[in-house]
């Protein structure tokens, strides 16, 4: 059994998605990181960086118990526990983790900060809107591109690296993208958009979704409570 500590963000949707992919029997446990829970001493025992998510599995490579955080690593621990979803060779292996970099150095990070800035910051700071914006929609066109080359992300397979860029590209809307801007990106979409298992992944936790609106979350979330040493 894998327990997952996880909540309703791009993130943890990729694992979400992955394990229903896998179709490993799985527990999921609410962090609610605008009340704090990713503070919690038991959670940074399992993710240090108090960042979700992070697993627990109970049949660890040597049979013993293992956690993980960072979710490109559990992907890659989760597709090489049930041998898929990485590629069958070496090439396919390395093209498959050079696109997970590609967006977990890059699609993550950079649409995050178009998300906080032109949503969640308490001033509309015009010069990060414009930078994280317009680097939102060149990471699209990297995206639109590869994708006019390849069914998917790392060639002709669906991989990993696909499960960790979709639930990024779910809030398009909030990155100031038009979708249809970007053909063979939004066809792609739309594809994993209808797989099963991503259709059950995103649903994960949806019923303790919650907007962050209140000061005391904001604080938690972007002010001063989550640079504090631990």
Same mark, same amino acid.
């Given at each position: 059994m894998i327990? &997952?500590? #996880?909540?309703?963000?791009?993130? !943890?949707?990729? &694992?979400?998605?992955? @394990?229903?992919?896998?179709? @490993?029997p799985y527990r999921v446990h609410h962090i609610d990181i605008g009340a704090g829970d990713q503070f919690k001493p038991e959670f940074l025992?399992?993710?240090?960086?108090?960042?979700?998510?992070?697993?627990?599995d109970s049949d660890g490579p040597d049979?013993?118990?293992? #956690? @993980? *955080?960072?979710?490109?690593?559990? +992907? &890659?621990?989760?597709?090489?526990?049930?041998?898929? *979803?990485?590629?069958t060779n070496d090439r396919e292996k390395f093209t498959t983790l050079q696109w997970l970099m *590609?967006?977990?150095? !890059?699609?993550?990070?950079?649409?995050?900060?178009?998300?906080?800035?032109?949503?969640?910051?308490?001033e509309k700071i015009e010069?990060?809107?414009?930078?994280?914006?317009?680097?939102?929609?060149?990471?699209y066109g990297v995206i639109d591109k590869r994708l006019s080359q390849s069914r998917y992300l790392a060639g002709d397979s669906y991989t990993i690296a696909d499960i960790a860029t979709f639930p990024w +590209?779910?809030?398009?809307?909030?990155? !100031?993208?038009? @979708?249809?801007?970007?053909?063979?990106?939004?066809k792609w979409f739309d594809e994993i958009a209808e797989r099963e298992a991503v259709k059950k992944g995103v649903t994960v936790l949806a019923n303790v979704r919650k907007?962050?609106?209140?000061?005391?979350?904001?604080?938690?979330? *972007?002010?001063?409570?989550?640079?504090?040493?631990?």
């Open positions: 327990d &997952v500590y #996880s909540t309703t963000t791009p993130n !943890g949707h990729k &694992v979400h998605i992955m @394990l229903e992919e896998c179709g @490993l025992a399992i993710s240090p960086n108090n960042k979700i998510p992070a697993i627990v049979g013993k118990p293992m #956690s @993980l *955080f960072e979710s490109g690593a559990i +992907l &890659v621990y989760l597709a090489s526990k049930v041998n898929k *979803f990485l590629g *590609f967006q977990m150095g !890059g699609v993550g990070p950079m649409l995050g900060q178009a998300h906080h800035f032109r949503i969640y910051a308490p010069y990060a809107i414009n930078r994280y914006t317009n680097e939102a929609k060149r990471l +590209l779910r809030s398009w809307k909030n990155q !100031g993208i038009e @979708l249809s801007d970007y053909r063979h990106l939004h907007p962050i609106t209140d000061d005391k979350a904001k604080e938690i979330l *972007f002010g001063a409570t989550q640079y504090a040493r631990r």
